[in-house]
């Protein structure tokens, strides 16, 4: 195979019609659909992992609205360079073409100064932005540009997505088609692709690349037979990234400090964004500690800002003593399973009413209609505490918060006991 274009690029859709995938936005009558073919797109955000086609989607808005297309990567470019391309558009303005779209891939790791940059062309209508993520915009995106954009979550690719993109990859791909590929078994290549289309072909192109002959059977060994032998440490770019943090987080979870260090040293030497690591171990001393230990989060935070402030090479030593701590510390899920629990139960119940005792009480007339009325104030009381209903009359008795067996949690639980009784004995 003589091509030095890859795969993925080769295969990629110059079309909606062509585009597999995000049907929720893109198909038929979907919102964005709507959108592009109405001809009017206001500046757009894309969310997703990496290889389920945010890139291609910009470059089909474009050249379906017959827009310029400028595109810029958040890794290699600065305010200098958005600044230039801002000005390519202006002077665009004075022949009454319509305004060019701007993309940014990564756009989360634009810095405050350079996203500040992108706010006025945006808000004049210079550029319509498309910016690629795949970080919480809510995290990464600066206020005002995050409002004057529209968010869109694309999705992992499903299995048939997925396998749609083989047969295409074998039955029209230039070079691959003079080839007889036979894909005999699916499940390793969709497992190592996670759901990515760009990884699928890449994995399809190393193992067809790896065979002789005009005949490839492709079967589940040899792709995982492969991919050992050829494994990369950390693709920064995104390939790996959702893997190894995936395997970050969870040896953190299962308490072994040596596996924790080992894929945290994995990140680092790949050169992942020290922020992205460290609001992980935020979210994880929450999530997964939590009230075993309260001590978690206040670590991980103080990690978050002397990392962020400190950076590499020794920022990695303040990531290390966190990963170790939180690894050795108790583990409880309850504040986790107590939100989502809550959450469910007001899904599934609505908006109850507040009892009145416990209403707000501003004015004569709300005093009249019984609100704040019978309220016991907690410090007037021995021990600080006096029994009452503070949840709706239709869901009193449930039980949102369990404490788990740990030392901490334990005590908790002594404490909640003595002081409601029964409620707390389970």
């Given at each position: 195979?003589?091509?030095?274009?890859?795969?993925?690029?080769?295969?990629r859709?110059?079309?909606?019609?062509?585009?597999?995938?995000?049907e929720?936005?893109v198909?038929?009558?979907?919102?964005?659909r709507?959108m592009?073919?109405?001809?009017?797109?206001?500046?757009?955000?894309?969310?997703?992992?990496?290889?389920?086609g945010?890139?291609?989607?910009?470059?089909?808005?474009?050249?379906?609205?017959?827009?310029?297309?400028?595109?810029?990567?958040?890794?290699?470019?600065?305010v200098?360079?958005?600044?230039?391309?801002?000005?390519?558009?202006r002077k665009?303005?004075?022949?009454?073409?319509?305004?060019?779209?701007?993309?940014?891939?990564?756009i989360?790791?634009f810095?405050?100064?350079?996203?500040?940059?992108?706010?006025?062309?945006?808000?004049?209508?210079?550029?319509?932005?498309?910016?690629?993520t795949?970080?919480?915009?809510?995290?990464?995106?600066?206020?005002?540009?995050?409002?004057r954009?529209?968010?869109?979550?694309?999705?992992h690719?499903?299995?048939?997505?997925?396998l749609?993109?083989?047969e295409?990859?074998?039955?029209?791909?230039t070079?691959?088609k003079?080839?007889?590929?036979?894909?005999?078994?699916?499940?390793?290549?969709?497992?190592?692709s996670?759901?990515?289309?760009?990884?699928?072909?890449?994995?399809?192109?190393?193992?067809?690349?790896?065979e002789?002959?005009?005949?490839?059977?492709?079967?589940n060994?040899?792709?995982?037979?492969?991919?050992?032998?050829?494994?990369?440490?950390?693709?920064?770019?995104?390939?790996?990234?959702?893997?190894?943090?995936?395997?970050?987080?969870?040896?953190?979870?299962?308490?072994?400090?040596?596996?924790?260090?080992?894929?945290?040293a994995?990140?680092?030497?790949g050169?992942?964004?020290?922020?992205?690591?460290?609001?992980r171990l935020?979210?994880?001393?929450?999530?997964?500690?939590?009230l075993?230990?309260?001590?978690?989060?206040?670590?991980?935070?103080?990690t978050?800002d002397?990392?962020?402030?400190?950076?590499?090479?020794?920022s990695?030593?303040?990531?290390?003593?966190?990963t170790?701590?939180?690894?050795?510390?108790?583990?409880?899920?309850?504040?986790?399973?107590?939100?989502?629990?809550?959450?469910?139960?007001?899904?599934?119940?609505?908006?109850?009413p507040?009892?009145?005792?416990?209403?707000?009480?501003?004015?004569k007339?709300?005093?009249?209609?019984?609100?704040?009325?019978?309220?016991?104030y907690?410090?007037?009381y021995?021990g600080?505490?006096?029994?009452?209903d503070?949840?709706?009359e239709?869901?009193k008795?449930?039980?949102?918060?369990?404490?788990?067996?740990?030392a901490s949690?334990?005590?908790?639980?002594?404490?909640?006991k003595?002081?409601?009784?029964?409620?707390?004995?389970?």
């Open positions: 195979m003589a091509n030095l274009i890859p795969l993925a690029e080769r295969l859709p110059k079309t909606l019609d062509d585009y597999i995938g995000q929720h936005l198909g038929k009558g979907a919102v964005l709507k592009i073919e109405s001809g009017n797109i206001s500046s757009i955000l894309l969310w997703g992992p990496p290889g389920v945010k890139t291609t989607l910009a470059k089909i808005i474009a050249n379906t609205l017959d827009r310029p297309f400028y595109t810029l990567s958040a890794i290699n470019s600065g200098k360079d958005v600044r230039e391309v801002i000005e390519k558009a665009l303005q004075f022949f009454n073409n319509p305004n060019p779209i701007l993309f940014i891939d990564e989360h790791r810095s405050k100064s350079q996203q500040d940059s992108l706010l006025g062309a945006v808000e004049q209508g210079i550029v319509t932005l498309i910016g690629a795949t970080e919480n915009p809510s995290f990464e995106v600066i206020s005002p540009l995050l409002s954009c529209q968010v869109y979550v694309l999705k690719l499903e299995k048939d997505g997925l749609k993109i083989l295409l990859a074998t039955k029209k791909d070079d691959l003079q080839q007889e590929i036979l894909i005999d078994e699916y499940e390793s290549l969709l497992r190592f996670g759901g990515d289309a760009r990884k699928l072909l890449n994995i399809l192109e190393l193992v067809v690349l790896a002789e002959g005009t005949k490839i059977v492709i079967t060994e040899k792709v995982t037979e492969r991919l050992q032998s050829n494994q990369a440490t950390y693709d920064k770019n995104g390939e790996m990234h959702y893997d190894i943090i995936s395997a970050f987080i969870k040896s953190i979870r299962g308490s072994d400090p040596d596996a924790a260090v080992y894929w945290l994995r990140m680092i030497e050169g992942e964004d020290v922020k992205f690591i460290a609001r935020l979210i994880l001393a929450s999530e997964d500690i939590g075993a230990n309260p001590n978690a989060l206040l670590l991980a935070q103080s978050f002397a990392a962020h402030q400190i950076g590499y090479p020794e990695r030593i303040i990531l290390s003593e966190c170790i701590y939180l690894a050795t510390s108790p583990k409880s899920n309850s504040a986790y399973e107590a939100i989502n629990t809550a959450q469910e139960l007001v899904k599934r119940t609505g908006n109850l507040v009892p009145l005792h416990i209403r707000n009480a501003p004015t007339l709300m005093k009249e209609l019984g609100y704040g009325k019978d309220y016991k907690s410090h007037a021995k600080n505490f006096a029994e009452q503070f949840l709706p239709k869901i008795t449930e039980r949102l918060y369990k404490p788990q067996n740990n949690e334990l005590k908790i639980k002594e404490r909640l003595a002081w409601w009784g029964k409620r707390f004995d389970k």
